[in-house]
Nanobody
C-alpha cells in the first residue's frame, strides 16, 4: 500500500522560497504520475504541478510557471516541489498524490486518477 507524507510547509514572506517534500513508502514511485495539488479556504482544489516518473514529462499550472519546479529523487523515493518567488495567492494546503501513469496534463488539470493522497502541508505567505 502506497503511503505519501508531505513536509516542508510553513510561513514565508512574499518573495521567499520553500521546498515541499512528498516521501513515499510501501512501494516504488516508478511508472506513476505524482501530483502536487493545493486548496485554499473557500477555493476549489487546484493542480499545481505533476510529473510522470516513467518519462519525466511535467505539467505546471500557468500561475506557477517559472517559479515552481517539480523533481524526483529516485534514491529517496521522494518528489519535491521547489517554490520560489512565493506570493500571497500561493498560500494553501498543499497535497501530493499518486496515480497510475497516464496523461500528466490531463490528470493534473482534472485532478482525477489519483487514488493515493498525503495528509497535506500548510503554506502561508505573509509579511
Amino acid at each position: 500500500q502506497l503511503q505519501l507524507v508531505e513536509s516542508g510547509g510553513g510561513l514565508v514572506q512574499p518573495g521567499g522560497s520553500l521546498r515541499l517534500s512528498c516521501a513515499a513508502s510501501g512501494m516504488s514511485l516508478d511508472d506513476l504520475v505524482i501530483g502536487w495539488f493545493r486548496q485554499a479556504p473557500g477555493k476549489e482544489r487546484e493542480g499545481v504541478s505533476c510529473i510522470s516518473t516513467r518519462d519525466g514529462s511535467m505539467y505546471y499550472t500557468d500561475s506557477v510557471k517559472d517559479r515552481f519546479t517539480i523533481s524526483r529523487d529516485n534514491a529517496e523515493n521522494t518528489v519535491y516541489l521547489q517554490m520560489n518567488s512565493l506570493k500571497p495567492e500561493d498560500a494553501a494546503v498543499y497535497y501530493c498524490a499518486a496515480g497510475v501513469f497516464g496523461s500528466v496534463q490531463e490528470m493534473c488539470v482534472i485532478g482525477t486518477g489519483f487514488p493515493s493522497w498525503g495528509q497535506g502541508t500548510q503554506v502561508t505567505v505573509s509579511s
